[in-house]
């Protein structure tokens, strides 16, 4: 049988914003071409992301079979990274706009 957990607090329509304190962002990024079998970075700055922290990211350009990810990498600062697991080098177009969301899991659920 597999194991359960309960996940026990308020109630009600705002279930997910009484779980995790939002916080969004939006960049204007560019990453360097990502040659085959590597990564290219980029850091911007999110006021109130902490280590620990979730990261939620949407792009709005094609990724070139890339996988974009994006992480809390210190306080105050998020890393986004493009995996280039391809065989040819990809570009994400300069000034590619990065929008996302950094999720806090209030006190009180961070003991699950």
Known sequence: MADTVAVVGPQ????????????????TCTLTAAAA???SQVITGVTGAALGDIVLLGVVE????GSLTATVNAANS?????????????????????KGVVLKLREGFDKV
């Open 12 to 27: 009600g329509h705002r279930q997910f914003q009484d779980l995790f304190e939002v916080i969004p962002f939006s960049s």
């Open 78 to 98: 998020v890393e986004i990274v493009l995996a280039n697991a391809t065989g040819s080098t990809i570009t994400i177009a300069a000034g590619t706009v990065v």
């Open 62 to 65: 094609d990724a070139e079979s």
């Open 37 to 39: 079998a590597e990564t």
